[in-house]
């Protein structure tokens, strides 16, 4: 987290906690002075029973001092109880407001960290792709490099659409607008059509592919090559160039289960359950060197949900990360 967040973070804990302080301190006087009132009443009752003690029998006066002795202790049980039924109240409502801040303020870094993530990946490509159409523009090139331009050129634009997919797919799935569509396809000849886009876009990268066929599922195609495009995306994005990336699919019983390994860094085990919230990424926005928007688990979860699908991440040995995606169909 920068500098200045942390000081806005820790500016607003001060103030809120001072603030708390505040409400817990007054609790505490109001307290002691109706505790004060109520001794001050119950002198006041005894000195009046003392002028009286002549006038009254043994018994009776026992009875009127020990009313005063009950009314009194009575009167503190209840501005105890009134004391602490408050305390609680106040303590509990200061966690909720205080996590909600919080809440409020990691959300707010982290829309900020995606739309600074989001105008690097966009103007990446868009930039690429015109200094290579300029290129072509105003030099007489070879068909050797004028087709190894377009073909680059046409990588960026699909990662371009990549990400706009990706962008516009969330926003209609969270707002409930995508019509999710069921129809019988062939998860296997799907996946097969991505890893083969990937291995066009990265010839150079290694993919060790064993996929059951026929593999029917009903799903919606785009939903369902979204997924597996992210996960090949991610596996890609954090394994060595020199190291396999490992593609299963397999029919088990009623389930159909979807696992993309790769060799990276892996995942630490409290960050597992984070990983597929919107906009969580790894790491530090100051030390992080792979891109992202932090998009790309979190519709995968989404489109694994909407499926009737289970997705998780496991540890692969000797190091990387296993995610799985189980169907059950």
């Known amino acids: ?7 806005r973070l820790l500016r607003t804990t001060f103030i809120f906690s001072t603030l708390l302080l505040y409400v817990i301190a007054a609790l505490v006087w109001w307290f002691i002075s109706l505790e004060r009132q109520n001794q001050k009443m119950a ?3 005894y000195e009046s029973l003392l002028f009286k003690k002549d006038q009254l029998e043994l018994k009776e006066y026992n009875e ?14 209840k501005y105890i109880a ?52 300029e290129t072509l523009q105003k030099y007489s090139l070879g068909p050797e490099k004028q087709n190894k331009l377009i073909r680059n050129t046409l990588d960026e634009t699909t990662r371009l659409n990549f990400l706009i997919s990706n962008i516009l797919i969330s926003s209609q799935l969270e ?3 995508y019509d999710t569509t069921k129809e019988d396809l062939n998860l296997s000849s799907l996946t097969l059509d991505c890893i083969d886009a990937f291995k066009k876009r990265f010839p150079e990268r290694i993919f060790n592919v064993k996929i059951e066929p026929d ?9 369902l090559q979204i997924l597996a495009n992210n996960l090949l995306e991610n596996a890609i994005k954090y394994s060595p160039k020199d190291c396999p990336i490992i593609i299963l699919l397999k029919k088990e019983d ?25 906009f969580y990424r790894i790491g530090s926005e100051e030390t992080r060197k792979t891109q992202g928007t932090g ?35």
């Open 64 to 77: 009127v001092l020990f009313k005063i002795d009950a009314d009194t202790k009575r009167n503190t049980s």
């Open 254 to 278: 009623r389930r159909i289960v979807l696992e993309i390994c790769d060799q990276g860094p892996g995942i630490p085990e409290e960050e597992k359950k984070k990983i597929f919230s919107k």
């Open 175 to 177: 707002g409930n607008r």
């Open 43 to 45: 002198n006041d009752q």
């Open 1 to 7: 987290m920068p500098a200045s967040n942390k000081k």
């Open 82 to 133: 009134e004391g602490i039924t408050f305390l609680a109240l106040i303590l509990v409502g200061a966690y909720f407001v205080f996590r909600s801040i919080r809440r409020q303020f990691k959300l707010q870094m982290q829309q900020q960290n995606f739309m600074m993530a989001v105008t690097h990946e966009l103007k990446t490509p868009v930039s690429v792709a015109r200094l290579n159409l």
């Open 215 to 223: 593999a029917d599922i009903k799903g919606d195609p785009l939903l």
């Open 295 to 329: 998009l790309g688990l979190y519709l995968c979860k989404n489109i694994a949900r909407k499926h009737n699908a289970d997705i998780l991440v496991t540890n692969q040995l000797p190091h990387g990360s296993n995610f799985v995606v189980t169907f059950h169909t």
